[in-house]
Nanobody
């Protein structure tokens, strides 16, 4: 049973930093991609960043490129999203997701992810 548990959300001022964590358990994730998505009230869930567990290939949404960094700590089975230079428009509930992948690509459509965490709220004040 795959479990993804997010943590690290909170209130941060614009320009500040926050690090989100996603603790993954239930199986080996060596053939998985792990992604971060976010959803603000009234908006659709949108892709933020993703990483392949093996090899470390990453992909970012244009809106966060250069400000956010996704990484993996294999020893802790945890995926991180380091959020720097945050903006009020980054305010949303952030979700961690996992998907088994068989080709060297990274899924960015939320419909392609089978496993989801419950989310962690990030609020950026101006």
């Amino acid at each position: 049973q795959v479990q993804l548990v997010e943590s690290g959300g909170g209130l941060v001022q614009a320009g500040g930093s926050l690090r989100l964590s996603c603790a993954a358990s239930g199986r080996s994730f060596s053939s998985y991609a792990l992604g971060w998505f976010r959803q603000a009230p009234g908006n659709k869930r949108e892709f933020v960043a993703a990483i392949r567990w093996t090899g470390g290939m990453t992909y970012y949404a244009d809106s966060v490129k250069g400000r956010f960094t996704i990484s993996i700590d294999n020893a802790k089975n945890t995926v991180y999203l380091q959020m720097d230079s945050v903006k009020p428009e980054d305010t949303a509930t952030y979700y961690c997701a996992a998907q088994f992948v068989t080709i060297s690509s990274i899924p960015i459509d939320s419909d392609n992810y089978d496993y989801w965490g419950h989310g962690t709220q990030v609020t950026v004040s101006s």
